[in-house]
């Protein structure tokens, strides 16, 4: 089983959206899941380690596929400890099938709890954090404000800029609803409320109204 | 009178902390209050418009004197358009006297409005934001523990880490009692509690409690 201290070699320096810091909190919230869900909890620790251990870098160029990249660089390092093929395999489904924007959807119990516990830092207080954290990388506006086009389709009209206020409309403002346990949607019903009035108020503040 | 336009030119193209999209809020702000107010409008907008003109760029070496380069600044901006020396001053001493930690307290109606106009650009969402966003600026955490020493005298203990929370504490968390006219006054209520609110579940989060 790799260790936290060998994880944390990992991963970059300082990344404020895919850092360590990130992977711990996942960890402890996936151990969370886990005691109430059950599970395997070698296989989710060992996923939850490893799941952006390559490509992941906020802003890097290898990023949209780096749940490939970071199940590839799992194998090496487990069979390296010796663990058998069909529990490799477990550990590289779930961390294939850990992305929003993936082909892959989780099949199994481990699989479910690590996409859970990854989607549970995007929402409530570090989601907002890690949202401004990745425009500021990026060099997006906070805010811009948004078509109707790109209300009810999520496509931009021509010239529409790109900001902190579309990717909540887009993707953020719904996470509670692609949750897979339980547990993790009780959770949820919170932090997706306090993600969705930080982005109500700021459009708010935008506009002039308050 | 500088316009908008010519204003745009002072500023880096992109700062998430003290840019041009900054220097907008602050000139809508600072607008809305005069009018309940009152004062010059002509002083308080070409303050508003040249406060951070000048060695404000986030994480620069002289942002901590950037009032005085900007007053500097401000002076050969209006003395090219002819402007009176006595009115040079005026918006001179606004922008001297607009920081948190700065020497100069804002003697003037139309400083005060600078001050209050500025100041709640850092609490609420756009602060919540901001205070993100200067965090990547600098390579610091969102969250780190506060030790009992920081919270009750902004000294840290040997090794304590600064975060964002760390500015919550000691500065962002009582912007409100710190502004000088009624109308900002009443206008801070809601943003300063916003703000707190995001900050305790940070907090909350950080801890594991939610």
């Known amino acids: 089983m790799p260790t936290v201290e060998q994880a944390r070699a990992w991963y970059p320096d300082y990344d404020p959206v895919h850092g ?25 620790r060992a996923a939850v380690l490893l799941h952006d251990a390559s490509g992941a870098e906020t802003g890097g160029e290898k990023r949209s596929e780096h749940q490939y990249h970071s199940a590839e660089f ?29 082909d892959e959807a989780p099949q199994t119990l481990e699989a479910k709890i690590l996409f859970d516990a990854d989607k549970l830092d995007v929402i409530g207080a570090f ?6 954290a990745y425009d500021v990388v990026m060099g997006w506006p906070f805010y811009a404000e948004a078509s109707d086009r790109f209300r009810l389709t999520g496509v931009k009209v021509e010239d529409e800029t790109h900001s902190s206020y579309h990717e909540f409309l887009f993707k953020l403002g719904k996470i509670k609803d692609r949750l897979h346990t339980q547990t993790a949607r009780q959770l949820a019903e919170g932090r997706q409320k306090f993600l969705n009035a930080y982005f109500e108020q700021l459009d708010a503040e935008a506009r002039g109204e308050i």
């Open 20 to 44: 360590f810091d990130h992977i711990l909190r996942v960890l402890r919230m996936a151990e969370r899941l886990a005691q109430a869900e059950g599970g395997d909890l070698e296989i989710v």
């Open 74 to 102: 799992a194998k090496k390092i487990l069979e390296a400890e010796g663990w058998p093929p069909e529990r490799i395999a477990a550990v590289q489904h779930c961390i294939r099938a850990h992305r929003f924007r993936g």
């Open 127 to 132: 989601g907002v954090a890690r949202t401004i």
